[in-house]
């Protein structure tokens, strides 16, 4: 069975700092695209960040130079780490991976964690 549990939301003020947490299980973390996506009230999906295919990071314009990437590979974790937040940043953020299941069968499928509730407010 698949499981994406994010954790590490919650609400800052304006210029505060949080870090989501994604710990995973259940298919080929190794080489799975992972991702996240936020979505406010109201508004369409957007991507955040995601690994590109050389490990390499990217960023969508509104969140380059404060949101970081990482990942743990024994951990089976990805983490955002999200500085210099604004009130724009207010969202629930979903951690994503499309990957191959632990039997390594294709297709690849797609996973979404129920994602965690991040306020920033003024």
């Known amino acids: 069975e698949v499981q994406i549990v994010e954790s590490g939301g919650g609400s800052v003020q304006v210029g505060g700092s949080l870090t989501l947490s994604c710990t995973t299980s259940?298919?080929?973390?190794?080489?799975?695209?992972m991702k996240w996506y936020r979505q406010a009230d109201g508004t369409e999906c957007e991507l955040v960040a995601k690994f590109e295919d050389d490990g390499s990071t990217f960023y969508s314009d509104f969140v380059k130079g404060r949101f970081s990437l990482s990942r743990d590979s024994a951990k089976k974790a990805v983490y955002l780490q999200m500085n210099s937040l604004r009130p724009v940043d207010t969202a629930v953020y979903h951690c994503?991976?499309?990957?191959?299941?632990?039997?390594?069968?294709?297709?690849?499928?797609?996973?979404w964690g129920q994602g965690p509730q991040v306020t920033v407010s003024s």
């Open positions: 259940g298919f080929v973390f190794e080489d799975a695209d």
């Open positions: 994503t991976a499309v990957a191959y299941d632990v039997t390594g069968a294709c297709p690849r499928g797609e996973w």
